[in-house]
């Protein structure tokens, strides 16, 4: 089926002339920018970055000096938002990565290991559980925090660091959820799917349960439609957008039979890339304007809850919370009250507004792993600006800044509580007459 298609899809990888030519290197963009911010390198701006890509297309080989300050770069897209000239920066750096991943010299051992997450283990909800099953075991016998405590992790150096990151296993998997359908409480005013994304069904399945719970108790129907996979999100930002297509093709395909009123996810960074499945797919004859549809249903939970008048029927949190954009909601899609708004709401909840919210807190996907040192300067940068809140909560919008910000909290900060927006409000909704 789409044999033909992705070759020709290939050829135009790359950072399209019309996007390049928007940058008039004016440099409003520089201190938006957390590389930038933290290293001062012109060539690890946005507008030096652009200039790299310009360089490229005008003919300058693709050197590992240029995929060294392209991998650096956050993707966190702060810079399209500070951009006058509607530069859209993150369809720059995503095509620049497709366009340079043939040049990326790796060890067999970092090409096996690619292939076997983005080929396989992302797609597989068996190899997801057989290892979140594992990690399960590590965490809920108590290894880990003797690990932690032992002080081991020190001596492990970088694999140390990444182990503060690994993510929670939480039981029972949201796996089996998908195919099922929850009934709205009440009167049903809307009928939605949910887009449960692959990790979080190991990660954050209790996020994922908070989540339909919300919704129902907002009148909607909610459907975990089977068929769904992974969004994609890592495979674009890695510049692996063959295989993404084929992932948005079969969403498309999981969703847009259901007659709903909208497609929901809520992690920024995957609905970011469902917003974009149009673009993904514009050069696809079959598909094009199935993904014109599904693009127009594709709503941020935040974003949606904040559109309907919201079931008031909470009870007092009592709690100071201040909230961390999620780069992908706030600059991918542009949604920065729908979350402050929700969280107005909510009664008992004391919200502090933290200085620069907007900037990132070096999660940026699996960039906090492949990128751990500057992610982890990023990191102690964005939790001195929480910190200086007092906040007792975290509250975020997406899983991957929820675990950063949960290390952060752990090594830089006050032990915090990290929360997603709608676990906020699940909270709020359990309190309600109590
Ligand atoms: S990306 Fe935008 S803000 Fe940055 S230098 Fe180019 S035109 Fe200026
Ligand atoms: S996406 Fe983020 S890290 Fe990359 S150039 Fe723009 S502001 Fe800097």
């Avoid at 919201?310 to 949190?317: D, F, H, R, S, T």
């Avoid at 201040?322 to 909601?329: E, K, V």
């Avoid at 919008?397 to 699940?426: F, I, S, W």
Wanted: contains cysteine.
């Amino acid at each position: 089926m789409a044999g033909s298609t992705v070759s020709s899809e290939t050829a135009v990888d790359k950072p399209k002339q019309a996007d390049l030519d928007r940058c008039v290197h004016c440099g409003l963009c520089l201190n938006a920018c957390p590389t930038y911010r933290q290293l001062g390198v012109e060539m690890d701006s946005p507008r030096g970055r652009i200039y790299q890509m310009v360089q490229v297309s005008q003919g300058a080989p693709i050197t590992e000096s240029y995929m060294e300050h392209m991998d650096l770069c956050l993707a966190c897209r702060a810079c399209e938002t500070a951009c006058p000239s509607g530069v859209e920066y993150g369809r720059l750096i995503e095509a620049a990565r497709a366009e340079m991943d043939p040049h990326v010299r790796r060890s067999w051992v970092a090409r096996l290991t690619r292939r076997f997450v983005f080929g396989h283990l992302l797609q597989s909800p068996g190899t997801m559980t057989a290892i979140g099953s594992l990690l399960y075991l590590y965490q809920a016998s108590g290894l880990q925090k003797l690990v932690r405590l032992s002080g081991v992790l020190k001596l492990m150096g970088k694999l140390g660091q990444l182990e503060q990151l690994s993510p929670p296993a939480e039981i029972p998997f949201f796996f089996s959820k998908i195919g099922k359908t929850f009934p709205a409480e009440g009167e049903r005013r809307y009928r939605v799917a949910f887009l449960a994304g692959c990790i979080a069904n190991v990660s954050f399945a209790s996020l994922n349960e908070a989540t339909v719970r919300v919704l129902q108790r907002n009148g909607c129907e909610v459907v975990i439609p089977g068929g769904q996979n992974c969004c994609g999100a890592l495979h674009v930002h890695s510049g692996i957008r063959d295989e993404a297509r084929k992932l948005a093709r079969r969403n498309i395909d999981a969703v847009l039979s259901g007659n709903f009123d909208a497609v929901i996810s809520n992690a920024a960074g995957c609905g970011s890339t469902l917003k974009e499945y149009d673009e993904l797919l514009e050069h696809d004859a079959e598909y094009a304007e199935k993904a014109g549809q599904f693009v127009r249903l594709t709503k941020d939970v935040s974003e949606f809850l904040a559109s309907i008048e919201l079931n008031p029927k909470m009870g007092a949190v009592q709690a100071t919370a201040t909230y961390q954009d999620s780069c992908h909601l706030l600059h991918g899609q542009k949604i920065k009250t729908a979350p402050r708004k929700l969280l107005a709401q909510v009664p008992g909840l004391e919200f502090r507004e933290m200085p620069m919210a907007d900037i990132c807190c070096g999660s940026a996907g699996i960039y906090n792993v492949l990128q751990n040192e500057m992610s982890m300067e990023v990191l102690v940068a964005k939790m001195g600006s929480v910190n200086s809140t007092g906040a007792q909560w975290v509250v975020t919008a997406n899983p991957g800044c929820m675990l950063q910000l949960e290390a952060g909290a752990r090594l830089y900060g006050a032990k915090q509580r990290v929360l997603h927006v709608v676990e906020v409000l699940d909270e709020a909704y359990g309190l309600y007459g109590k």
